[in-house]
Every structure is written in C-alpha cells, then in structure tokens.
C-alpha cells in the first residue's frame, strides 16, 4: 500500500524544564516544524492562536500547573504614543530602519554578540556561534525580513546595506494580520535612546503603513520585570481562554 504523506502538521511535546521567568515552575511546549508550502499560511494560523516561531519550529507553553504566558497583540489603528514614547522617538529621529532578505552578516553577528555579552550572559543564547546565529536567521519557510537600524551622521547618506553605524537589529516576520517580532537585539552602550521601545515603535509604523491591523509582541508574564515593557504599548489584546480580549493596563 503506497504511502500518502499527511497534510496536517504533527505536534509535539517537550519534556518538563525549569521555567525562566517564575521561579518554582517548570515550563513545558509543544510545537510542530514549518516547513513546505504552507508554512507561511500555518504560521499565520498558529500565531494567532498563541504561537511563535523559533527557526523552522512554531511553539507555544503547555505548562501542567501555570498559564502566566500570555500572548500579545498590539492594535495597530488605535496606538497612541505616550509622552515618553514620543521623546524615545525623537531621540532616535537620527536612526534609519532598512528592511532586507533574511540573511546574516557578520557585521550582525558582532552586535548580537555584545548584547547577549552585555544583557543576556547566563541566559539559554549565550553560547551561540556564528553558525547558530545563521540558521537563526536563515532557517526560515515564511516571509522573514531583517530591519538593520543604523545611525546616520552629519555628512553619510544611507543607501543600503554598510552604511552608517549599525546599533539595532529586528527579525521580524510578515503575516496576513501583521507583523510577528521574533527577535530583536542592539548595542548596550546606548542604553539611553530606549531602543528596544524604538524598535517596536518603528514596527508599529512600518505595520500601519502596510494596511496590518496587529503587532504580536510574543508572551507576557504578569510580574516579570524582563517582559513588563510590552503592556506599555496600548491598545493591545491578550489571548485567553475566550480568545483575544482587549487589554487595559491602567486598570490593572
């Protein structure tokens, strides 16, 4: 009897581990691989039930005993900046986004370096080579773009890749509701221009000018220090066991 290939994806489940974000818990996922010709059409569907993407796999918690991961959109049409959010806008005024294919650079690779280096030495990135860095970026079957956000001085013009000072970098993938941050890193030394808020400022844009109704911000954890910055850009929705439901942080 020939054997007919499935069209639906498998799903799988990891073993228990410590959870990094609430102390006591362990963590648990499930995922499946996106990979084929659907891939970008399986990615929309998962993400909008609470998934990300990680290379070719598409995961999302299924911790036994917590459900504090909860999953972020921003609404897009109704953002509006805060007064602190305007001044990190115009701090960076000097700073140009340019989008390009999912292909890294070792240019990249040095900044992704110095802020694992810098933020992130203990965490579960901090080993990675150049070579785990490419396939973070490359190994992707949906539509990946890298936005290089580089500093323009008084008398350069930036046409293009390798021109003008590179401090920020987004993975970023596009979807038919929107624009997923899959990950996102910068130079330490300018702790002062708040670009990680930038960064996600400039999706915002980047996503309203496109016609995309959301901006998925990944997991949230009530009470985690690390994630607490990504309430802060409202409207947004959370998904729950209802599906997505409005968000407001000020009554929280």
Not at 27 to 38: P, Q, Y
Not at 55 to 76: G, K, M
Not at 121 to 128: A, V
Request: proline letters at 5%; hydrophobic letters at 35%; glycine letters at 8%.
């Amino acid at each position: 009897m020939k054997h007919q290939p499935t069209q639906s994806p498998q799903f799988f489940l990891t073993a228990p581990s410590p959870c990094p974000y609430v102390e006591g818990q362990f963590e648990r996922k499930v995922f499946t691989h996106l990979v084929g010709e659907r891939a970008a059409e399986l990615n929309d569907l998962l993400t909008q039930g609470g998934f990300r993407r990680s290379q070719n796999i598409a995961y999302r918690p299924a911790c036994e005993t917590c459900r504090a991961c909860v999953s972020v959109r921003i609404l897009v049409d109704e953002f509006k900046p805060s007064r602190n959010m305007k001044r990190v806008a115009a701090t960076n005024a000097d700073l140009i986004g340019v989008e390009h294919d999912a292909e890294p650079s070792t240019e990249q690779y040095s900044l992704f370096r110095t802020y694992l280096d810098a933020r992130h030495r203990r965490g579960g990135m901090s080993d990675m080579t150049v070579l785990d860095y490419a396939m973070m970026v490359e190994d992707t079957h949906v539509d990946t773009k890298i936005i290089e956000y580089r500093r323009r001085g008084p008398d350069s013009f930036i046409t293009g890749r390798g021109e003008g000072e590179l401090i920020a970098v987004a993975l970023t993938d596009r979807m038919g509701d929107g624009l997923s941050m899959v990950y996102s890193f910068f130079n330490p030394e300018f702790e002062e221009r708040s670009l990680g808020t930038f960064m996600i400022l400039d999706h915002i844009a980047r996503a309203r000018a496109a016609g995309l109704p959301h901006v998925y911000l990944g997991y949230w954890v009530n009470g985690s220090r690390k994630m607490a910055y990504k309430v802060r850009f409202g409207p947004q929705e959370h998904l729950g066991p209802k599906g997505w439901e409005r968000y407001d942080h000020e009554a929280v």
